[in-house]
Each structure stands twice: as structure tokens, then as C-alpha cells.
């Protein structure tokens, strides 16, 4: 596990004001932000520090705004208390340049050892373990991690990643 001050931010809201007396709050997020990541942990920034905490549970109000209520904070007291306060996640697909980087990848072939096992179909930006789906020539998906060691070659012109994965790798992730 990586330690937090060695982890990369991403501001993606602020937290506006308590909802109801159970500890729940409200986030609103960042302009170029389009939701908040579908992870279960955040950070809130308390003294210039990212602290983490667990999501319990989370609900859509608007477009830009979120009702969150967090593991340890379960009344008003402990909220009032994260109230202004900016909300972190670690860099994650959810930002415009993130959009872009995915869409980088878009109609690429990926191949392993030199053998095509399918085409690109989706970024999965997991903090510190970046995965991609892949639709298989049988229309199955498979998904694999995405880390520059297991990357030999990238052809942009060919639109081919060509990439070393360990022997079962592929039997074990592929879908049914």
C-alpha cells in the first residue's frame, strides 16, 4: 500500500453544509468534475493534511452535488466539524484530462506476446492500480492491469498495444 504523502490528489468537490441530523453532508463537486469516483474511500482535507474516510453511503441530488454519509461521523456535532472543508480523491478517472487519456487508447488493438487478444473498450483508473477492459475477437470481456512493466511496445500508427502478461493471467480475468 502506498502511504498518503506519497498518493496524488484530485480536488474534486467541497463539502457544503450538513444534511439531516445523522451525520450526513452535502458535496458539491469541482466544475471539471463529472461525479464522485465510485470508491468507497475519499479524503477530506483537515490542517493542509488528506484524511481518509470511508463512504457508508452516497445519493445523487443534482448534476454537481451529492448527499455522503461517512463510517465514522454519525451526528450533526461530527459533521459541523468537516463542514467547507475540500474533498480529495486519488488521481482517478473522473476529470476532463482523465477523459482524454481514455479516449487515447480508443480503437487500439491489444495484443499479448504478439498475439491480438482484443480491442480496447474502457479505462478502469483504480487508485495505484489502473485497469483495462478489453473485448475479446468472441465478444467476452477481459480485463487486465494496466502498468507500464507489463507494456513492451505501443505502435500509435498501427493503433497497437502490445503488452507481456504473466502465463493464467488471461484464463482468470476473462468474462463469461
Not at 504523502?5 to 453544509?17: A, E
Not at 445523487?60 to 452535488?65: F, G, S, T, V
Not at 456535532?77 to 475540500?86: F, G, H, M, S, T
Request: proline share 6%; hydrophobic share 40%.
Amino acid at each position: 500500500m502506498t502511504p498518503i504523502s506519497q498518493l496524488k490528489f484530485t480536488l474534486i468537490g467541497k463539502i457544503s453544509k450538513i444534511s439531516g441530523y445523522k451525520g450526513e453532508v452535502i458535496i458539491v463537486l469541482e466544475p471539471d468534475i463529472f461525479e464522485i469516483p465510485k470508491t468507497e474511500l475519499v479524503f477530506i482535507e483537515i490542517d493542509k493534511l488528506p484524511v481518509p474516510f470511508f463512504i457508508s453511503t452516497i445519493k445523487q441530488i443534482k448534476p454537481d452535488a451529492y448527499i455522503v454519509k461517512f463510517s465514522d461521523i454519525d451526528n450533526e456535532y461530527d459533521a459541523e466539524n468537516i463542514v467547507k472543508r475540500n474533498v480529495l480523491s486519488e488521481n482517478i478517472k473522473t476529470t476532463i484530462a482523465e477523459k482524454e487519456k481514455q479516449q487515447g487508447l480508443e480503437n487500439y488493438k491489444i495484443f499479448n506476446k504478439g498475439t491480438e487478444i482484443g480491442t480496447f473498450l474502457n479505462l478502469i483508473n483504480i487508485p495505484s492500480n489502473p485497469l483495462i477492459e478489453i473485448l475479446t475477437p468472441n465478444n467476452k470481456t477481459l480485463t487486465i492491469p494496466l502498468n507500464e512493466n507489463l507494456i513492451e511496445s505501443v505502435n500509435e500508427q498501427k493503433k497497437h498495444l502490445n503488452m507481456k502478461l504473466p502465463e493464467g493471467l488471461l484464463e482468470l480475468n476473462i468474462s463469461k
